[in-house]
């Protein structure tokens, strides 16, 4: 719902995301928000949101794979860790500076994605979720049994810092920016995707994969692709991941952060890219959230300490996901559309 007055003339106007003046007015002046952001953020809340974004690339992949091409994955940790160590190791072994480190470590992790993706061809749901699990059990267990010399073996591998044009990229305030930058680029592509020839491919998969054939889709072409892509914005994840906090050990990605990454797109809205930003920001203002009460009640309370905390956020994190499949299962990114549609018509709602 659009004010009255705009008239399309072009079906790439009708398409936009920004169509008004103010709309793009406002987002302008989000994102220069964000750019200042550190200026005016503690050295904490920075790196807070400096993982943030980095969580919100690979969910972003996760929201291609599983909400817009309808293919189970629970193995989207495994192919972040993917992304990091190859990152790691280009880095490290061959001196390669961040800006192809990254995008090889997203590369080697879509290409990984696709020994995993054929089973796709033929089988889907539960068996599917069981497949790409096993890439997550496999993970680990390849990195141990590698020669040392590529990714460190089961010791991990320590990250050089970033370097660009000659000069040292550190603090929360360069690698915020560094990772803002990949964001911006990353969810440009989520957005657009969804709308091209590729995106329209993917979600006739989902709504029916026995009709898609029917219409010209290649099923194992357009499947194995979505694999791919989610699993590329996973490596890519992991690479900043692995400059952020300096040191890769493949105990960082378990299944558990895969069952994370799902219930994030799963609370912020599986069919919108958006959905996969809203989860993020929800469960970590969560999890931040349990963390500063329980620290409070630590020094308060006798049987309240950093045992406790984590079992906490798991079930409050358990409790937010089942509450959401019940009262909102399309998330909350569908709360937001309903508020725009009501601030559109505000203060005439039978208008």
């Not at 750019?35 to 400096?50: D, E, K």
């Amino acid at each position: 719902m659009l004010p009255s007055g705009i008239i399309f003339k072009s079906y790439a106007a009708e398409e936009a995301f920004l169509v008004t003046r103010p709309q793009k007015l406002v987002f302008a002046l989000f994102i220069v928000a964000l750019f200042l952001f550190p200026m005016v953020g503690s050295t904490y809340l920075v790196g807070t949101v400096s993982v943030m974004m980095i969580t919100m690339i690979a969910v972003l992949g996760l929201q291609i794979t599983v909400g817009m091409a309808g293919q189970i994955n629970l193995g989207q940790s495994a192919f972040v860790g993917v992304g990091a160590y190859v990152t790691a190791a280009m880095a490290v072994n061959y001196e390669l500076p961040f800006w192809l480190a990254i995008p090889i470590g997203g590369l080697t992790a879509g290409l990984t994605s696709i020994l995993f993706g054929l089973p796709a061809a033929r089988i889907k749901g539960f068996y599917l979720a069981l497949t790409t699990v096993a890439a997550q059990v496999m993970f680990p267990l390849a990195i141990s049994r590698l020669p040392q010399s590529w990714f460190g073996g089961s010791n991990g591998m320590s990250m050089p810092s970033m370097e660009l044009f000659g000069y040292e990229i550190w603090g929360q305030t360069g690698l915020y920016l560094v990772n803002l930058c990949f964001l911006i680029v990353f969810t440009t592509l989520a957005f657009n995707l969804q709308r091209s020839r590729v995106g329209r491919a993917f979600i006739a998969i989902r709504e029916n994969d026995v009709v898609a054939p029917v219409m010209g889709i290649n099923l194992v072409k357009y499947k194995i692709l979505a694999f791919f892509i989610g699993a590329v914005f996973a490596g890519i994840s992991g690479g900043l991941y692995a400059y952020y906090v300096t040191y890769v050990t493949a105990e960082q990605f378990t299944l558990w952060l895969s069952v994370i990454y799902l219930g994030m797109l799963l609370i912020g809205g599986m069919t919108s890219p958006l959905g996969a930003i809203f989860g993020v920001i929800i469960i970590t203002f969560l999890q931040e959230t349990t963390h500063e009460i329980g620290g409070y009640l630590s020094g308060r309370i006798s049987f309240v300490d950093e045992s406790v905390l984590f079992p906490a956020t798991n079930i409050l994190l358990g409790a937010v996901i089942i509450a959401v499949l019940i009262f909102e299962p399309h998330g909350m990114v569908r709360r937001w559309r309903i508020a725009k549609a009501a601030y559109r018509i505000w203060p005439n709602p039978h208008g």
